[in-house]
């Protein structure tokens, strides 16, 4: 599989000032990660540990109080490569729509509440096509059909959807331009797990059709554990662990990975699932050395004191803990 994005020492701050005092908090910590062409990468890990502001940086979509400080992204389409950091705004909302898809967090609101569906479509397609309002309008049809949509759902404004029907709505949108690369942030929170479960299918499905690369941002590893090939872990801002989601599923490395796996409820197995001791830290002041040392169960001294790098651990596994270390 080609390497579509390739970034490389990621920093991205959150810089405030409030009475005069500077707050820096440091949301992506150093991260470097390769996203592959067609597959689907995974981003999880506990509220605030960075997710949603790393898939933000790798779109290149920051804004203030959020800025990048350092690191590289280098885009690898085969219609186009180019390093974000050197593309203008202009070509980057340009390259954003046509090869590039972004469902953010909490875009169950993305919808015009105050318009129908197929006016939605129509605002969305024809701002990057040339195309009338009939035309618009048979696209989005026929592109919600072959998602097993009915096409009865044009007709009516968002809040008499389901939230569900709304969330499928919100992604046969931001895919029925066929962009080559989906960032998704949260898609499926806020639904009941029956109705998340016919999003994930979708989601799976598109990708499957399309060929396109999904890159899935959740807090919840179950859908990480139906939906991902390979699976990025990020606790307080660093990646601890990043592998094929197969791997890291049967043989977590980092124990905060073991932890997050651990507390997944499993089919018929009625006893209590544990739980992670403590909360992630604040990422103004983040731990020294190891992020996770104050809620390791393994933790020795140079965890507190060092910053454990991520290393390969042969199967194209990589981890960020001292403990791995010894088992190379
Ligand atoms: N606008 C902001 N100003 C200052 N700090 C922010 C801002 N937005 C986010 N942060 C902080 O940055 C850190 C990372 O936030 P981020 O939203 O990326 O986490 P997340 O993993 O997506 O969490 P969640 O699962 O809750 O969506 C958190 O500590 C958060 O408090
Ligand atoms: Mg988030």
Redesign the pocket.
């Known amino acids: 599989m080609s390497v579509l994005i390739e970034a490389s020492d990621l920093q991205a701050h959150?810089i405030?000032q409030s009475y005069g005092v500077q707050?820096t908090?440091k949301?992506v910590d150093g991260i470097s990660l390769q996203i592959k062409e067609g597959e689907i990468l995974s981003i999880a890990?506990?509220?605030?540990?960075?997710?949603?502001?790393?898939l933000k940086t790798l779109l290149g979509s920051v804004e203030p109080?959020?800025r990048i400080i350092a690191g590289n992204i280098q885009y690898n389409f085969s219609q186009q490569k180019f390093d974000l950091s050197s593309t203008s705004a202009d070509n980057l909302r340009e390259i954003r729509w046509s090869l590039i898809s972004y469902i953010p967090?909490g875009s169950m609101q993305v919808l015009n509440p105050v318009r129908k569906i197929v006016d939605t479509f129509h605002d969305f397609i024809s701002t990057h096509k040339k195309i009338n309002k009939n035309a618009t309008k048979k696209l989005a049809q026929d592109y919600l059909n072959q998602l097993g949509l009915s096409s009865d759902i044009m007709n009516v404004y968002p809040h008499q959807l389901s939230g569900g029907m709304r969330q499928r709505v919100t992604i046969a949108l931001a895919t029925v331009l066929s962009p080559k690369l989906v960032f998704a942030?949260?898609p499926t929170t806020a639904l009941d797990v029956l109705v998340q479960r016919g999003v994930v299918q979708l989601l799976k499905e598109i990708q499957q059709r399309e060929g396109n690369t999904l890159v899935l941002?959740s807090?919840d590893m179950g859908v990480h554990a139906n939906l991902a090939d390979r699976i990025a872990i990020?606790y307080a801002?660093k990646l601890v662990e990043i592998g094929d989601a197969k791997s890291v599923f049967k043989k977590p490395k980092h124990p905060y990975t073991q932890y997050l796996i651990e507390s997944l409820p499993r089919l018929g197995d009625r006893s209590e699932r544990i739980s992670i001791p403590g909360r992630p830290p604040?990422?103004d002041q983040p731990p020294t050395g190891c992020r996770f040392h104050p809620r390791c169960p393994h933790v020795q001294d140079k965890c507190k004191e060092e910053v454990p790098p991520l290393i390969a651990m042969g199967n194209g596994q990589k981890v960020a803990c001292f403990l791995a270390e010894d088992q190379i």
């Not at 890990?45 to 790393?54: F, N, P, Q, W, Y």
């Open positions: 959150y405030t707050r908090v949301a890990g506990e509220s605030g540990c960075g997710k949603s502001t790393l109080p959020l967090q942030d949260e941002v807090h990020l801002g604040a990422l």
